[in-house]
């Protein structure tokens, strides 16, 4: 689905692109499209020399789900000596938490095309576990245990 957009941006940014073909939900629960990203930028980075890429100059992008896997795997290897480091991350319109689908954005946005607020809290569910049906408990936010929800309200909060 992304090849001419990857195509353009090799050719247009003068760079080596890469495309992982990671699986996807239902049919393949998490962490498998994790494992498939974090696994093909791991040997990626072990081999750049064979691909004639700078180390110094490599970045992780992605958007929508793939923008959530994109900051996983680096978050993932921030921390790794063995391999280069990453030079940046590019997130279009991520899915970074499913924690609360009542903060504004969601509710301000919540009958925008194309990713309905509904829309996205099923979409995790599938990605999680394949199974949406506790889809209202989600949109109510009843999923969140209330001690978590206390300890992440600095970060996921409508203030």
């Known amino acids: 689905t992304h090849e001419k957009l990857c195509r353009f941006i090799a050719r247009?940014?003068?760079s080596v692109v890469v495309s992982v073909g990671y699986r996807l939900a239902?049919?393949?629960?998490?962490?498998a499209a994790y494992e498939d990203c974090l696994n093909a930028t791991q040997h990626f980075l072990?081999?750049?020399?064979?691909?004639?890429?700078?180390?110094?100059?490599v970045i992780v992008c992605g958007d929508s789900a793939g923008g959530n896997l994109a900051?996983?795997?680096?978050q993932t290897l921030a921390g790794r000596s063995d391999l280069p480091r990453l030079r940046a991350q590019i997130l279009i319109y991520p899915g970074l938490q499913a924690l609360d689908f009542n903060l504004p954005s969601y509710q301000q946005n919540r009958g925008v095309p194309l990713l309905f607020r509904e829309r996205a809290a099923f979409y995790v569910l599938q990605y999680i576990?394949?199974?949406a049906s506790n889809l209202e408990e989600v949109l109510?936010?009843?999923h969140i245990?209330?001690?978590i929800k206390l300890n992440y309200r600095k970060w996921v909060s409508p203030d």
């Open 12 to 14: 247009e940014s003068e």
């Open 26 to 31: 239902p049919e393949h629960k998490y962490p």
């Open 71 to 74: 900051a996983a795997v680096s």
């Open 129 to 131: 576990n394949g199974n």
């Open 145 to 147: 245990p209330v001690d």
């Open 46 to 57: 072990q081999h750049l020399e064979h691909y004639g890429v700078d180390p110094a100059r």
């Open 140 to 142: 109510e936010g009843s």
